[in-house]
């Protein structure tokens, strides 16, 4: 079992910056990717960013690319996301996510979850 806390969310206006962390326990070492998804009202869950635990891959949905960054910190088992020149539509609840087998981006994908750490950009 592993277990995901997430931290880091907030309030922040349009154009300004935000780092969410995620922090892995339990059988961490045993995980093939960490990724982040996210959902806003009234939408479905979707994917935003994917790292490898044990190579330097990354992979950024379209949406995001240029402005969110996922990066590790593998002795502390934690995942991050830099989010920079946040805008309205990326208000949502952000979810820290875990893999056993192979990238998921589609939350049916997904193993573990975290429970969830709101972000709202003001306009």
């Known amino acids: 079992q592993v277990q995901l806390v997430e931290s880091g969310g907030g309030l922040v206006q349009a154009g300004g910056s935000l780092r969410l962390s995620c922090a892995a326990s339990g059988s961490a070492f045993s995980l093939y990717a960490m990724e982040w998804f996210r959902r806003a009202p009234g939408k479905e869950r979707e994917f935003v960013a994917a790292i490898r635990w044990s190579l330097r891959f990354t992979y950024h949905a379209d949406s995001v690319k240029g402005r969110f960054t996922i990066s590790r910190d593998n002795a502390k088992n934690t995942v991050y996301l830099q989010m920079n020149s946040l805008k309205p539509e990326d208000t949502a609840v952000y979810y820290c996510?875990?893999?056993?087998?192979?990238?998921?981006?589609?939350?049916?994908?997904?193993?573990?979850w975290g429970q969830g750490t709101q972000v709202t950009v003001s306009s």
């Open positions: 996510a875990a893999v056993r087998d192979r990238l998921a981006t589609t939350p049916a994908q997904v193993n573990y």
